[in-house]
């Protein structure tokens, strides 16, 4: 089957533009995933959505990032007035469940991930 | 909050030859720990994944064991080839309102040569 797919694979924009970028999780994984990888900061949380809620927004590193997910299915990251710090690739991944409190959480699945570069 | 630590950071080993990576994390009520390689410009390939209830796991030529009392876990690659040779990743899940969350370490890159 098809694994996680993300779009575009790069994306190049001038500082101040807002860039959105896609994932489509594998079918039938309820959870969902962003990270961010930078050379200074490795690979980083930024939200994590369970159907289509985010219950965990944490690593969202300013009001400029946001992100939704719709009928449980593609996700997307939305960064408004990119900066240069913003450049990084972000990766997407997903999960069959999150697990019940106190049980293990099921294997996250990468997707190739976007890489955005901010001039 | 969790903080994971992998070393060494480079490795460089000939061909034929058993290693192992180790992984350290902080907070021992993780939930599991996931081993990843990644390629250079490529995503993240899963590669083990233990439970918090477990102590090992095994695929083929790679196994990876886990000891939460101590805080460690360790990735054991048998007989090493060429094709082995990727940056390898370990991340553990923890609790709370963070279950799901990966924190990764920072990385071990490995250099197989013939």
């Known amino acids: 089957g098809a694994g996680v797919s993300q779009s575009p694979s790069n994306k190049v924009t001038e500082k101040g533009k807002d860039v959105e970028l896609r994932c489509d999780p594998i079918?039938?994984?309820?959870?969902l995933y962003w990270y961010r990888q930078s050379l200074g900061q490795g690979l980083e949380f930024l939200i994590y959505f369970q159907g289509n809620s985010a219950p965990d927004k944490s690593g969202l590193p300013s009001d400029r990032f946001s992100a939704e997910r719709t009928g449980g299915s593609v996700s997307t990251l939305t960064i408004q007035r990119t900066q240069q710090e913003d450049s990084a690739v972000y990766l997407c991944?997903?999960?069959?469940?999150?697990?019940?409190?106190?049980?293990?959480?099921?294997?996250?699945?990468f997707g190739p991930g976007t890489r955005l570069t901010v001039t | 909050k969790q903080e994971v630590t992998q070393i060494p950071a480079a490795l460089s080993v000939p061909e034929g030859e058993n290693l192992v990576l180790n992984c350290s994390f902080t907070?021992?009520?993780?939930?599991?720990l996931q081993w990843f390689r990644q390629d250079p410009g490529k995503g993240l390939t899963s590669l083990l994944l233990i439970q918090s209830s477990q102590r090992e796991q095994t695929s083929g030529r790679l196994n990876a064991s886990l000891d939460k009392s101590s805080g460690r876990s360790t990735l054991y690659i048998a007989a090493s080839q060429p094709g082995d040779s990727a940056t390898y990743l370990c991340a553990a899940t923890s609790g709370g309102t963070s279950y799901g969350k990966l924190t990764f370490g920072q990385g071990t890159i490995l250099t197989v040569h013939p």
């Open positions: 991944a997903s999960s069959l469940t999150p697990g019940p409190s106190g049980i293990g959480s099921d294997e996250q699945y």
């Open positions: 079918s039938g994984h309820t959870a």
């Open positions: 907070d021992s009520a993780i939930y599991n």
